[in-house]
């Protein structure tokens, strides 16, 4: 409400101007809660508490819905590895998802689609190395190697799918294979 003349335009603006003013802080604020409120989801739900990792997965839109899809980058990342998917490795990873809960209706499915249909960027494959080191320190020698042979051999399975020529020869290429030895070393 106008208070008339000079001044009451002046106080009108000076009020506009602050509410406005409020109003960014508070959107600010609710931004600030709403990312620190994924952050401890995604933790609770990793097990990582390294704050430094977490805003990585959060930047490549990871989250705790989405975490499951997480374990399906090193098949993504042997997939691409000679520059291109093949349908058979693009079926040998949906396979693999459909056994690790990652279906249609998952939230992670989303996340995996983009995968599989872009060359994910490299720093993908940083934050998976540092989700696994982290997820590796938490747990037992067995429970660890259960994991790297599952792992492994789930990456392999999608590195033999399209090699080879006619079924004969080396089914899994160079490209393949220095990604399957990065995936290893992330264990150690």
Same mark, same amino acid.
Do not use: C
């Given at each position: ?116 249909? !872009? ?24 429970? !660890? ?44």
């Amino acid at each position: 409400m106008s208070t008339g003349g000079f001044g009451g335009r002046g106080k009108d603006l000076e009020e506009q101007f602050f509410r406005q003013r409020d109003m960014e802080l508070l959107k600010a604020f609710r931004a600030k809660a709403a990312e620190k409120e994924k952050r401890e989801a995604l933790s609770e739900a990793s097990g990582i508490f390294e704050e430094e990792l977490l805003d990585q997965l959060i930047d490549l839109d990871v989250s705790a819905e989405t975490l499951a899809a997480l374990g399906l980058i090193p098949l993504v990342a042997v997939a691409w590895a000679d520059g291109h998917m093949d349908d058979k490795e693009r079926d040998a990873i949906l396979a693999a998802a459909q056994q690790k809960g990652v279906q249609q209706e998952h939230p992670g499915y989303e996340l995996l689609q983009g995968w599989l249909k !872009r060359k994910p960027d490299p720093a993908l494959m940083t934050v998976w190395k540092g989700y696994v080191k982290a997820l590796a320190e938490s747990l037992d020698e067995e429970a !660890r190697n259960t994991l790297k042979e599952d792992l492994l051999g789930r990456a392999r399975t999608v590195a033999e799918t399209a090699g080879g020529l006619l079924g004969f020869g080396n089914k899994v290429s160079k490209a393949e294979q220095a990604v399957l030895s990065e995936l290893e070393t992330a264990f150690d």
